[in-house]
């Protein structure tokens, strides 16, 4: 059996011995046309020769696709028999140009895989407005799956900040309708990401004690929709960064500032949500060690840009999730669109803040570095220091201590910490015995640890146990 000649659209592989080379054939492919179909176990003049297909082998196949192809595509991978012989058909599809395999760029021309030219690559990124046909794709999910509470939330906020008009009377299916989110009784993939009560993404959220990142003294991993997970991101974030008092000389008043402006953590959240790549299992990551902040994106970086070039060039916004981010500039998540690294930029240079990105083939990383008044210190921990103090003293020393004072946790106090995450009914001399400390040094951390709302004791000397706030 002959299959005939190979095309553009094309490709014949004797076998999956030549797995490589197929991965840039299906990118050329991809490239050229959005399409195309290979079978392993044909002949490249047509003929059929068949080989051993077995459900690894298929694996086998699908492991190399989606490791080598970026974008990650979904192709139907299939044993099929013709003429008595056993072959793999691949067929595929894609809509996000340029595409790469293991990190190189092909064009097809005619039977073959040729390299793309610099010049080829960018003209292809100008033409590509990175808007996302998968948004509009429908989900199984109706009305039933979406998270009211959310979505009433959304609501509020947008026609209170002027960018939504209000309803006649509230209704989800309307709202959704009107949102581009709902269609035929379904939610589109937009919609289930954004407010579907299903949790469909997922935020991992960590706080090391040391830069080596290998004990941890708190660690989340929350499932959620985009709008709710933007605000717990946020609010993790706040809530474990080092915050310093001041007051105000002239109005007596005090000042809580954070060590990196609440302006630019929420933009750097929000543009990681925005912009990451839904299309694969993803996971958000908020990572914070005693000297940085880190958000992680979950998605490519437009190839041949850089963060700065949208803070210092007059380029329009290149949204992967174009839907996403329309709602959740209505709802003023996002303040204008195609700002928000610009934003984070003149925040940081305005308020002397230290800053870097990593672009890899997988995601973009944001790392504020931290300005190192404490470790990690929680933003009312000064508030309440300069509260019982001013029970003792003079009203003028509990201004000095509310204004300098902060809670400095040490190595001893997170090994502790850790200690008592793993085992809350531990006592102070099992705890000395395993890290080799006096009992005198072990209460002196846990006095810090309860000063920096860390640990609280619940019950007895003898009966109690330690609960982790």
């Known amino acids: 059996m002959n299959l005939g000649i190979e095309n553009e659209t094309m490709e014949f592989k004797k076998s999956t011995a030549e797995l490589k080379s197929a991965m840039n054939d299906i990118c050329a492919m991809l490239n050229k046309h959005g399409y195309g179909t290979l079978y392993f176990g044909v002949k490249p003049n047509g003929q059929v020769c068949g080989q051993h297909v077995s459900a690894s082998s298929l694996d086998d196949v699908a492991t190399h696709i989606k490791a080598a192809i970026k974008p990650m595509i ?82 509020n906020k947008s026609v209170d900040c002027g960018r939504l008009e209000p309803l006649e009377k509230y209704d989800e299916e309307e709202l959704l309708t009107i949102l581009g989110l709902y269609k035929d009784g379904k939610l589109n993939n937009a919609g289930y990401f954004l407010f579907s009560s299903k949790e469909p993404t997922v935020l991992k959220m960590a706080v090391y004690v040391t830069d080596a990142r290998l004990n941890f003294s708190d660690i989340n991993r929350v499932h959620g929709n985009i709008y709710n997970l933007i605000d717990v991101a946020t609010k993790y974030i706040i809530n474990h960064m080092n915050w310093k008092v001041e007051f105000n000389a002239k109005s007596a008043s005090r000042i809580e500032v954070p060590e990196v402006p609440i302006d630019a953590i929420r933009e750097a959240v929000v543009n990681a949500f925005a912009h990451a790549n839904y299309r694969s299992f993803t996971e958000h990551e908020i990572t914070i060690t005693p000297t940085v902040i880190e958000i992680y994106n979950p998605g490519e970086f437009p190839i041949n840009y850089k963060p700065e070039d949208f ?11 174009r839907k996403i981010l329309d709602v959740l500039y209505k709802s003023k998540n996002v303040e204008v669109q195609g700002s928000g690294l610009r934003r984070i930029f003149n925040v940081c ?18 790392v504020f570095h931290r300005q190192g008044v404490t470790k990690n210190a929680h933003k009312d921990v000064a508030k309440d220091v300069a509260k019982d103090v001013a029970k003792d003293v003079a009203k003028d020393v509990a201004k000095d201590v509310a204004k300098n004072y902060t809670i400095r946790l040490i190595e001893t106090d997170y090994e502790i910490l850790n200690l008592l995450m793993q085992n809350p009914e531990t006592t102070r001399e099992a705890l000395a015995e395993t890290i080799g400390k006096t009992v005198r040094t072990v209460q002196r951390s846990l006095n810090r640890l309860i000063a920096a709302e860390k640990i609280m004791r619940i019950g007895g000397k003898k009966t109690g146990y330690w609960e982790i706030i």
Not at 311 to 321: I, W
């Open 74 to 155: 979904y192709p139907q991978i299939e044993k099929v028999t013709l003429n008595g012989f056993d072959v793999i058909k691949v067929e595929f599809k894609g809509n996000e140009r340029p595409y790469s395999s293991y990190g190189k760029y092909f064009k097809r021309i005619h039977d073959r895989a040729e390299d793309i030219t610099p010049d080829e690559l960018k003209h292809m990124m100008l033409n590509n407005d990175f808007t996302s046909i998968w948004e509009n794709n429908p989900t199984p999910y109706g009305l039933d799956s979406v998270d009211s509470e959310a979505l009433e939330n959304f609501y």
């Open 311 to 321: 803070a210092t060039k007059k380029l329009g916004s290149m949204p992967r999730n």
């Open 349 to 366: 240079k305005e308020n002397d803040i230290k800053y870097e990105y990593v672009l890899n083939e997988y995601g973009f990383r944001f």
